[in-house]
């Protein structure tokens, strides 16, 4: 089996990877067409968005239906074909497990509507405190209140995410068999991966109301979590050890991830979590503009990765993914350094601890999607925010700047492959636009190019297989307090490796005080980055070196 901490997971969000039939939506063929492009890249892993039947009103986070394939994205063959061809050129499937709610259009919410009490079980439904008021006050992820009333029981079902995504009940054994055989489903189909979505939230405590924050600390990490993922574990993924699994952990805690990617717990191989990139909220807050906090950047990443390291415990490592604006517009330079610090971005996550995600178009270093009318934007976070920012008394203009820097359709712009039309993604009308550089950012200009951000991130994951200090060694940071320098140590079997980088656009001169006679530059983004006790920095630069 492939080993996870010397693997990289590349993201697929297939509706705007590749489009096959025209209709404006990448599908599943799509993927098994780019496969040569992935190959190429070198990962092991591609983990796909949700593609099951769903009504899209979260882009496939609402399943209607576990164990089929939604028709825009293809059909069950195309799934069986893509599974095989990926097989082999040795790369593994990761399929989006979405575990805590269902889409009101699943045959259990409907079943349930029509007032079968089994199914009712299956969701969180509960009695208003008095008539025209929520069991609690908690507020949707996704704005508004969490509660749906339904009139015909005179109750309200929990949402923590939209109106259309009805939370399960997991304390209910019956919703726990269902999601074992979901699992086991597809592990019969040869998947080797599993991501499951937001997976911390499944075991809802007290419902009480929140004075303090929006109702979360009462449903994270919950009472009867580690108990749960231990069950699904023993149950399923875990009777194959070639399996891997990643926790997507919203709002979680250091503590509980020792547990949830423990080596020894029995629960998941590895976690998300989301702290380093809450940088430029303003606490839990992220429909508001602040600059990002460079200090607050190191001292979480470097607390997450001594500490879970301490703790025997595996991160998953990454900047990008189909929620989070692009990390070139985010912490890098999409001017005048846009090449320099996409690559010196790559640098700082792929050699950490952990297992590195690759988002889809981040390896030729895509960049946030700019759009500037209402009618570009389609996800129903973003649609739902800027109506609420404005009924908040901000106005139109500042409510374009927060979604411009804030909004998950950053992200979800059509992968560029050439300059030509629609970027090549699509011969039809592209769901959502696609963003105007792919005339000079696309991966056919780069693949063959040496010096491209592609061929960088080639190097970053043949890096990982290479070095087993990256891959296995412990974690030391360098440089807490400097203002510019992001830099950090790792040593295994008397092998030391050194990650330099300077964050900001301006060059430095930094004293490392270590005597690196014995070191060699093992990668850098600039052609010829010298090795001295003081090490000058240009702008963006990454100097990767190794005794
Ligand atoms: O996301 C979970 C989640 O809470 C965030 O990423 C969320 O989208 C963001 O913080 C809101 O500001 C997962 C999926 O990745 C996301 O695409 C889904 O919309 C969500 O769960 C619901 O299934």
Not at 311 to 335: I, K, L, M, Y
Not at 365 to 394: C, P, W
Not at 466 to 480: L, T, V
Request: charged share 30%.
């Amino acid at each position: 089996m492939a080993d996870f901490r010397k693997s990289t997971v590349y993201q697929i969000y297939p509706k705007s990877f590749y489009d096959t039939d025209g209709d404006g939506l990448g599908d599943l063929k799509g993927v098994t067409a780019k496969l040569d492009y992935i190959k190429e890249l070198g990962v092991d892993y591609i983990w796909l968005t949700p593609f099951f039947v769903s009504p899209q009103k979260d882009n496939g986070y609402d399943v209607e239906d576990y164990y089929n394939i939604d028709p825009r994205y293809g059909t069950m063959e195309d799934f069986d074909e893509l599974a095989k061809e990926a097989e082999k050129r040795g790369i593994r499937l990761m399929l989006d497990m979405v575990f805590n709610h269902t889409s009101t259009r699943h045959e259990w919410f409907q079943k349930a509507l029509a007032g079968d009490e089994k199914y009712k079980n299956y969701y969180i439904f509960k009695k208003g405190k008095k008539p025209g008021v929520p069991p609690t006050n908690w507020d949707s992820k996704f704005g508004g209140n969490a509660w749906e009333y339904v009139e015909k029981f005179d109750e309200y079902y929990l949402h923590l995410f939209d109106v259309t995504q009805a939370d399960l009940n997991w304390d209910n054994e019956e919703v726990r068999k269902e999601v074992q055989n979901i699992v086991k489903f597809w592990m019969k189909k040869g998947v080797k991966g599993f991501r499951f979505d937001v997976v911390n939230l499944i075991s809802k405590g007290i419902f009480e109301d929140d004075f303090e924050g929006d109702g979360r600390r009462f449903y994270t990490d919950g009472p009867n979590i580690h108990k749960y993922l231990k069950e699904l574990n023993e149950t399923t993924f875990g009777t194959d050890a070639e399996i891997i699994t990643v926790g997507e952990m919203s709002s979680t805690s250091i503590e509980n991830c020792y547990q949830y990617a423990g080596a020894e717990s029995n629960e998941l191989s590895m976690v998300f979590s989301f702290h380093h990139l809450k940088v430029d909220f303003m606490g839990n807050e992220k429909w508001v503009l602040v600059p990002f906090d460079f200090q607050k950047l190191k001292n979480i990443i470097f607390e997450w990765q001594t500490k879970m390291s301490q703790h025997n415990a595996w991160n998953a490592v990454f900047w990008c993914n189909h929620d989070q604006p692009r990390v070139v517009s985010r912490f890098g330079n999409t001017e005048k350094y846009w090449k320099e610090s996409a690559k010196m971005l790559a640098t700082v996550v792929h050699c950490l601890r952990g297992t590195p995600y690759i988002y889809q178009g981040e390896e030729i270093g895509m960049t946030n999607a700019g759009f500037t009318d209402i009618s570009q934007y389609k996800d129903v976070e973003s649609l739902n925010h800027f109506r609420i920012l404005q009924e908040k008394g901000l106005t139109e203009d500042n409510a374009y700047s927060i979604l411009k820097v804030h909004s998950r359709d950053n992200s979800r712009t059509p992968m560029q492959w050439n300059n030509g039309e629609n970027a090549g993604f699509t011969s039809g009308t592209p769901w959502i636009e696609v963003i105007k550089n792919y005339k000079y950012i696309n991966a056919e200009s780069q693949i063959d190019d040496e010096n491209s951000v592609f061929a960088y991130y080639k190097k970053l994951v043949k890096l990982r297989k290479d070095e087993d200090a990256i891959s296995y060694g412990d974690f030391q940071s360098m440089a807490e307090n400097h203002k510019e320098i992001f830099a950090y140590k790792r040593q295994y079997n008397g092998e030391t490796i050194i990650v330099v980088n300077n964050f900001y656009g301006k060059e430095i001169l930094w004293d490392t005080e270590i005597d690196l006679s014995g070191y060699k530059c093992i990668l850098s983004n600039y052609n010829d980055s010298k090795v001295d006790r003081v090490l000058k920095l240009r702008p963006y630069e990454s100097i990767v070196l190794k005794k």
